[in-house]
């Protein structure tokens, strides 16, 4: 209930002060700078950097997140934005982070795995469970994943979801997240990518975090632009 209301809150003091779209998103890079943004850890600092109206990552400069920090508390959400390799790299954004008591990672979250084209299935619009302690299930680029209340994995195909000639090389494609309770969607040029629905118990699931972009590797460049939220109630 307490999750509810801040985010009831958060959503209403945006729409105040930012002022929402026709659709409820309201938009979280103002094309210039990072504000409302910060380098994970903060040492990376130097690798995140704002050109031309886009948010830069330079996994030479550092590997880590940019966290999104006026609401580091979110639960159902929608997220769009576009990307862009100009190269080859490995990215993504995960949602509902929390600090990893476990240290086995820096932090847990439920990843929307992006990458290059031709990096493969298993990283390309796929879900990633960063989630030590319990199990990793694959939900590649195609699938649609059901984890049943005894962790059991039921993988389906994705009917007229998103393929290889849809995703456009080293040139810009829209990202469409929605985590709405158990059950996360991953959108691609308008086009279902991978979808998970969790049916564990709630004690082990991810009920809210933050919002992180990931830089991933050295040797690597990622773009971002017009990213929107919408709180969900």
């Known amino acids: 209930m307490k999750i509810f209301f801040i985010s009831l809150f958060f959503l ?13 998103f309201v938009s979280i890079f103002d094309g210039q700078t990072l504000n409302g943004w910060e380098a994970t850890p903060a040492n990376t600092a130097p ?6 109206g886009m948010i830069v990552g330079n996994g030479d400069k550092g590997r880590g997140y940019l966290t999104y920090t006026p609401n580091k508390n979110m639960a159902d959400l929608e997220l769009k934005f576009s990307y862009r390799f100009p190269g080859k790299g490995n990215s993504g954004v995960n949602i509902r982070a929390i600090v990893d008591k476990t240290r086995k990672r820096d932090f847990q979250s439920y990843h929307a795995d ?3 084209l031709g990096i493969g299935k298993n990283v390309m619009g796929a879900w990633d469970f960063h989630t030590p302690g319990r199990k990793e299930h694959r ?11 005894n962790d059991k994995p ?4 994705i009917k007229n979801g998103l393929s290889v000639d849809d995703l456009k090389k080293g040139d810009w494609n829209s990202v469409h997240i929605i985590a709405k309770g158990n059950n996360f969607k991953l959108y691609i040029n308008d086009k279902l990518s991978s979808e998970f629905t969790e ?11 933050m919002i992180q972009l990931q830089l991933h590797d050295p040797r ?4 971002f632009r017009d990213l929107k939220l919408k709180v969900l109630k």
Not at 139 to 149: A, E, P, S, T, Y
Not at 199 to 205: D, E, I, M, S, V
Not at 220 to 223: C, E, K, L, P
């Open 47 to 52: 690798a995140w950097t704002v050109k031309k």
């Open 114 to 116: 992006l990458g290059h």
């Open 12 to 24: 209403f003091v945006l729409c105040v002060v930012q002022g929402a779209d026709k659709d409820g």
């Open 199 to 209: 049916q564990l118990p709630k004690a082990k699931r991810l009920k809210s975090g």
């Open 220 to 223: 690597m460049i990622v773009h």
């Open 154 to 157: 039921i993988i389906t195909a």
């Open 139 to 149: 939900c590649f680029r195609g699938d649609q994943l059901v984890i049943d209340k």
